[in-house]
Every structure is written in structure tokens, then in C-alpha cells.
């Protein structure tokens, strides 16, 4: 039986579900993501595993954990999803000459050419958005969230820890 909650005397700064900033950004995430999602999924390829190579792509090669960093993908989970894109020949693994420990990760020459065959579509979905928000906008969205993202990796990592 669920009932009704008992009033408190306690001021609250949860906002209503709808103002709700991890509903917004969850929600916003979603809708920015259905848009490239059909160009990754119609190569066979999972959400993750288009961040892996994304990032790839731009970095070269990673560690697995500053690569789980970048992807925000769980170190468990990548090392779950690296083997499978290793075995399609989309990346390469090699241990880490300094640290045996260590793997590092790059683009085989089959990822980088699916990379390849992926960007003139995802220029077109970039363009859509832009049109849709606008230039200006879009710019000014990258700012805040690198703005919020610095300064909660800042605060926030010291005062939870």
C-alpha cells in the first residue's frame, strides 16, 4: 500500500520531476542521441561501441581506463565490449611496454575505415541540429556543460569523497 507522504517541516531544493536537471539532461542525451543512433545501429555497432571508436579516432590510442573515462563507459563493461570489437577487427590491443599491466587500445585499420564511412552522415546530423538550435546556441551549450562539468570535477569530487 503506498501512501502519502507525512508533511515535514524540512525546505526542499528537489525540483518537480520536470525541472528535475538529471531528467533534463537524461532526456536531452536521448534526443540528441536518436539522432545518430540509426547511422551506428545500421553498421551493426552499439552506442558504446561508436564512443569507443569516436574517441579512438580523435585520441589515437588509450589505456582502457582513460579510455573507460572518456567513454564513460564502466571499466567492467569495457573490458566486456573491447574483446567482442577486437574479434569484429575494429580495434587493436597491445600490452604496455612501460606497465605489462596496462592495455592499450587503438583503431585497427577496419575501424578507422568504418570511422571513415560513418562522418559524411554524421556532418548531415550535425547540420540538422544546427539548423534546428542554431549555431550560436549550440556553441553556447558546449560552453556551460564544460563549464559545469570543470567545475563539479572540481567541487564536487572533494566534498563526496
Given amino acids: ?5 507525512t508533511e515535514t517541516s524540512h525546505q526542499t531544493l528537489m525540483q518537480p520531476f520536470t525541472r528535475s536537471l538529471p531528467s533534463k539532461l537524461l532526456r536531452l542525451r536521448e534526443m540528441v542521441i536518436q539522432r545518430f543512433r540509426p ?3 545500421m553498421r551493426q555497432l552499439t552506442d558504446q561501441q561508436w564512443r569507443i571508436i569516436r574517441a579512438l579516432a580523435e585520441f589515437k590510442e588509450a ?3 582513460v579510455l573507460s573515462e572518456w567513454c564513460t563507459i564502466h571499466p567492467a563493461s569495457l573490458s566486456r565490449i573491447l574483446p567482442k570489437m577486437e574479434a569484429a577487427g575494429l580495434v587493436t590491443r597491445r600490452t604496455n611496454v612501460a ?3 596496462r592495455v592499450i587500445v587503438a ?3 577496419k575501424g578507422w575505415a568504418l570511422y571513415e564511412s ?11 541540429l544546427i539548423e534546428d538550435i542554431g549555431q550560436d546556441r549550440l556553441d553556447e551549450l558546449n560552453r556551460v556543460i564544460d563549464e559545469v562539468i570543470d567545475a563539479l570535477s572540481t567541487s564536487g569530487s572533494s566534498r563526496h569523497s
Fill in 1 to 5: 500500500m503506498v501512501t502519502a507522504p
Fill in 39 to 41: 547511422l551506428v545501429h
Fill in 107 to 109: 583503431l585497427s585499420e
Fill in 118 to 128: 560513418i562522418l559524411p552522415d554524421s556532418d548531415v546530423v550535425y547540420q540538422s
Fill in 99 to 101: 606497465d605489462k599491466r
Fill in 63 to 65: 589505456e582502457i581506463l
